[in-house]
């Protein structure tokens, strides 16, 4: 995960620093606010392994809020005095967040996740679908390319899209099952979750 996060990082500070505020690729947020709410994913998937009875039945009870009507309820928000530079940080000390956890969370813990309980290296694949995924809208939305690591894709798919072909490119699957990509032979996803449950 500390990969793709460097990744998206290093793809996204090449971003004009005065085009955050445009809409990112099939989303109703701006680039600025996608960011926002990726670095509020990292975060709150840490603050789930964080407590010593992590929650098995809801999530910690943050208040997330949302900044305009529309746009993503977090518990992170980014300084805007602090510029794209600084919205950067943000994501990359969120990012980071969630990789320590995981690293220091023993594998036999449980929290709480809206599609199942899940363990640490499933929030850390979850954390990485994220990253993936919403860089891609990102890139889009900034007119950046974004072209991830296969071996990372194809192991997120594996651990999160168990039922999603196993012999097609990694990413463009990993776009496919999420609904944001179509795949020969088969049909549009417009439905979708992972399956984050713990692999015994």
């Known amino acids: 995960m500390a990969l793709v996060v460097r990744l998206a990082s290093d793809a996204l500070r090449q ?8 809409p990112a690729s099939g989303l109703e947020w701006t680039c600025w606010e996608t960011v926002e709410h990726l670095s509020d994913d990292f975060f709150a998937y840490a603050a789930q392994l964080g407590p010593r009875r992590p929650p098995r039945d809801g999530e ?10 529309g746009g993503p309820a977090n518990v992170i928000h980014a300084d805007r005095a602090a510029g794209p530079d600084g919205l950067l940080h943000v994501l990359e000390a969120c990012g980071a967040l969630l990789v320590a956890v995981v690293r220091t969370t023993p594998p036999d813990v449980r929290a709480h996740h809206v599609f199942g309980a899940s363990d640490p290296a499933g929030f850390a694949a ?27 894709c194809a192991r997120v798919r594996t651990r999160l899209f168990p039922d999603a072909p196993a012999d097609t490119d990694p990413w463009a699957t990993l776009l ?7 795949l020969p032979g088969r049909e549009r996803v417009t439905r979708w979750r992972w399956d984050g449950r713990p692999r015994e």
């Open 15 to 22: 971003a004009d620093p005065s085009s955050w505020d445009r």
């Open 126 to 152: 979850m954390g990485t679908v994220e990253a993936l995924l919403h860089t891609h809208d990102l890139a889009a939305g900034l007119g950046l390319a974004w072209d991830p690591p296969a071996d990372v």
């Open 176 to 182: 496919w099952a999420t609904g944001r990509g179509e």
């Open 60 to 69: 910690v009870p943050f208040v997330w809020e949302s900044r305009r009507p």
